[in-house]
């Protein structure tokens, strides 16, 4: 596996080649099938998982069983949560939605490797603001502008994530159920078959073999209120 090996994206196009190796140095690399999961909601956060194959889905289960879904990770990304408290457990589940390769990184290393070097720790708290960031402009669509905006928002960070440019638009290259959608902003299936076929009226969208092309991604952004931020922020 090179250096460059899944780093064209997330975490690993923060650092530099040097702590990418320093990092490396205290994985170890496991396998996981489509289907399961790296941890459970409420499990004890005492690794960091980085992936360099496959794609893996961070979900939160509501009181009423409901199951919402947060980030869509792929190669790059690093998953977990880094605490100042001991005994933290996590919030999300991981679920596995593509064979996956991932490098585990048990806590204890990875704090010794932050306190040996500095430049190593700037570009992990670089790496925690983004996702901060990314957090809190996901709240920001889910809470302000209703479930349409919700799922403009959806559709847009679809497209910065897994988006194709064409000559009709931007063809969102991953395959998506009308409920997989719905979990992704807190909505029924119903609603979202709704605004989708609203959308496809407009010409907004189109939908061909289990794929949507956004045509007008302009008017996407004005009913969200795009607020024109960069990729990085503006993903899955």
Not at 109 to 123: C, M, P, Y
Not at 165 to 185: H, P
């Amino acid at each position: 596996m090179t250096v460059t090996a899944g780093r064209q994206s997330g975490f690993g196009a923060i650092l530099t080649d040097e702590s990418f190796e320093r990092l490396r140095g205290i994985m170890y690399i496991k396998s996981v099938e489509k289907g399961s999961c790296l941890f459970w909601e409420g499990d004890a956060a005492d690794k960091l998982f980085y992936i360099f194959e496959g794609r893996i889905k961070s979900t939160k289960m509501s009181d009423a069983g409901r199951s919402l879904t947060l980030y869509l990770h792929q190669n790059g990304d690093l998953i977990g949560q880094m605490e100042p408290f001991k005994d933290s457990t996590h919030s999300t589940s991981a679920e596995v939605t593509e064979d996956a390769k991932v490098g585990v990184i048990q806590r204890k290393d990875l704090e010794t490797l932050l306190w040996q070097h500095g430049d190593l720790a700037l570009e992990f708290m670089k790496w925690m603001g983004l996702m901060h960031r990314l957090t809190q402009t996901k709240f920001r669509d889910l809470m302000l502008f209703g479930k349409t905006g919700a799922l403009c928002s959806l559709l847009i960070r679809l497209c910065n994530s897994y988006g194709e440019e064409q000559e009709d638009g931007i063809r969102i290259d991953l395959k998506l159920s009308n409920t997989e959608m719905a979990d992704m902003i807190g909505a029924t299936r119903e609603s979202v078959n709704r605004m989708l076929a609203d959308l496809k009226k407009e010409k907004v969208i189109t939908y061909k073999d289990g794929h949507y092309t956004v045509n007008r991604i302009e008017y996407l952004k004005e009913v969200c209120c795009c607020e024109n931020c960069p990729k990085e922020v503006c993903r899955m």
